[in-house]
Structures are given as C-alpha cells and as structure tokens.
C-alpha cells in the first residue's frame, strides 16, 4: 500500500435526522401514488439544492409564503408542512385556500410548540407572569413556528450581545420572571451559556432543556471526528442553519475544515500526501452526497 495515498472515512453519524427523513419519506410516497405537480412544499423541504434536485424530478414543487398568502383555490393540490413547523396561521390559510395537507413537523419540535404554549398559557393566567424567551435564529422557519404558537409575544436572541440589548431596552424586565426554550438544533454549549449569563441577570428562569437529543449527540460526536482526521470536509447546504453551527465546530476544532455543497467544489489544495479526511455534513445532507464526495477525494489523491 502507497504511504502517501489519502485515507477517506464518511463520518457514521452524519446524515439526514430523523426528522428529515420522515418528512423526505413522506413526500416520496406521496408523488410515487399522485400525479407530478400535486404536491407543493411550503418552502425547500432540506435545505439541500442535490437533494431538492432529486426530489424536483420526482415531481415535488415548492411554493413561497407569498404564494400561499394570495392562493384563493388550491384546484387539489396538497402542502407539506416541512420538519421546521409551522405557526397555527399557516394551516389556517392553507385550510381556507382548499389545500390537502401532508404534516412532516418533526415530533420533537411538536413538543416544543406544545410546551411553548403550555407555558405563555400559564403566563397569561399567572398576570404578571412568566416573559417568553427564545433563543433561535430570527427569521428561521422554526422560531416562526414558535413565535407563532404565542401570538409573537415573545423575544428571540441569537447571542449574548442581543441577551443584553434586550435587558437594557426593557424588553426582558429582569424583576419579571423569564422562562426560556431553545430552538431544537441550536449549539447545546451556547445555550448553556445564555442561560447562565441569563441567570447572572434574572433572579427567577425557568429553563426548558429544548436542543433535540439527536442533534446534541451528533456535535459531541462530530467534534471527536473532526479532530481525529487532518483535513474535515464538510457538506450541507451553505443556508442550512444546523450546517452552519455544526461547521463553525467542525472548524473550531480542526483548522482545516472546507464547508462545500457539492463535489464540485473541493480544490486538490486542501490536501497533503497522506491525509487522513473526514467527511461529514448537517442533517440536511443526503448520504448519498456524502458518499459522492467522498469518492472524489478519492480521485484526487
């Protein structure tokens, strides 16, 4: 055997989650029974372009929120609902406009949609209750969702800096208490540290442990990955917001992390005779794409 020859290992944990594979599953077996067309996902049900591709040729299409705001007839075509969720409006304007609809929220973010309103609920009859504190990501398909099941009475930080805007501006009044969720495929140390930077400044948190435990294993485990190859190559989707915390922790731990989205793009300069490389990716990513990556790592070395 070539001593200098690559090593290429597909990281085992990596792939699509649990709730994206329902929700592909499902969409499968929908167009394998219905005609092309039938089937619209409200936004991309991965964020994925080979694998929205793939899923384009079986006859899925994609509408926009703008798309279904203005949808009067929806002539029986049928929505999915993506893993993310949705708020309660959504399912009432696809109900009114006659659209069928196919459910792929993903169970665990149900249960945080149910236990967001549970507690805005006991908030609201508390009077001076409980503020409702989200970390997510503004603007993501999720934390729509959950704002939406508290009638977008809550506040959404990203980081500690938005943390204290928050407390200085009187949007989190810290003589209130303050119960706090965490969007499901959010970093479990970050959020660990805005609870306690929270804790320094609010006498009275209640904490809702919230990060999907399927996504906080993978980063315990992508992180061993990582660091035990020279060079990490990570794939998903550059809009993917899980591609994009577990590829800062990818990068965190080994330097030589190259975030792509296709074959197409890995550079014989990220090698060296010898390299022992990883490829990983977000659960967004396909196995089948890792797997084609992987091979063209092979044809380099």
Request: proline letters at 4%; aromatic letters at 4%.
């Amino acid at each position: 055997m070539n001593p200098l020859r690559m090593k290429v290992e597909i990281d085992s944990n990596s792939g699509f989650c649990g709730g994206v594979i329902r929700a592909i599953r499902s969409a499968e077996n929908f167009l394998a029974t219905h005609p092309e067309g039938s089937l619209h996902s409200l936004g991309a049900i991965v964020h994925n372009d080979s694998e929205l591709e793939r899923l384009r040729s079986l006859g899925l299409r994609s509408i926009d929120y703008a798309t279904l705001e203005k949808t009067t007839e929806a002539d029986g075509r049928t929505l999915l609902i993506r893993a993310h969720g949705e708020p309660p409006s959504t399912y009432r304007k696809a109900e009114r406009a006659g659209f069928g609809i196919v459910d792929c929220t993903c169970p665990v973010v149900l249960e945080l949609q149910r236990s967001i309103r549970e507690a805005y609920s006991a908030a609201g009859r508390e009077g001076r209750g409980r503020r409702i504190l989200i970390f997510g990501q503004i603007g993501h398909a999720e934390t729509l969702g959950l704002l939406g099941q508290v009638n977008g009475d809550a506040v959404v930080i990203e980081n500690a800096a938005m943390l204290e805007e928050a407390v200085r501006d009187g949007r989190i009044d810290v003589t209130r208490p303050v119960e706090i969720f965490s969007q499901t495929t959010k970093s479990p140390s970050d959020y660990a540290d805005i609870c306690a930077r929270l804790d320094a400044l609010v006498p009275d948190i209640k904490v809702h442990n919230t990060i999907c435990t399927q996504v906080a294993a993978r980063q315990k485990n992508l992180a061993r990955f990582a660091a035990s190859h020279d060079a990490v190559i990570f794939v998903s989707g550059k809009s993917s917001s899980n591609g994009k915390v577990l590829s800062a922790l990818c990068r965190q731990v080994n330097p030589r992390t190259y975030h792509i989205e296709s074959a197409s793009e890995l550079e014989a300069s990220w090698f060296h005779p010898g390299d022992r490389v990883g490829v990983c990716g977000a659960t967004s990513t396909p196995r089948w794409l890792l797997e084609d990556v992987a091979s063209k790592v092979l044809e380099i070395g």
